[in-house]
């Protein structure tokens, strides 16, 4: 019913930058948060940053200052600008959003998964 995509993953040296981005497509009414969550090599999943429809972000501590998270509503995308990337920040990266589909359920739907790998 709903899909998240999500593009820009890649091998970038520390200190670089990446973009991230996710769109979402299906028969979808609202979409409220938005959030990228990403998970290393024998580490659980974390939240990284999450957006709300109204805006408002928040941020992991690890990331804050150098991460930023945007939504562009018309587009059903979410993005994830990342700099000053460090060896730390390697993982796949995951998109996730909470959809009132045109039915009137509720779900909170994941992306397939992006890997970021930073060399030192």
């Known amino acids: 019913q709903v899909q998240l995509v999500e593009s820009g993953g890649g091998l970038v040296q520390a200190g670089g930058s990446l973009r991230l981005s996710c769109a979402a497509s299906?028969?979808?009414?609202?979409?409220?948060?938005m959030a990228w969550y990403r998970q290393a090599p024998g580490k659980q999943r974390e939240l990284v940053a999450y957006?709300?429809?109204?805006?408002?972000?928040n941020y992991a501590d690890s990331v804050k200052g150098r991460f930023t998270i945007s939504r562009d509503n018309a587009k059903s995308t979410v993005y994830l600008q990342m700099d000053s990337l460090k060896p730390e920040d390697t993982a796949v990266y995951y998109c996730?959003?909470?959809?009132?589909?045109?039915?009137?359920?509720?779900?909170?739907?994941w992306g397939q998964g992006t890997l970021v790998t930073v060399s030192s």
């Open positions: 996730n959003a909470e959809v009132t589909t045109l039915h009137l359920s509720a779900l909170e739907v």
């Open positions: 957006i709300t429809s109204g805006r408002s972000t």
């Open positions: 299906g028969v979808i009414r609202r979409i409220d948060a």
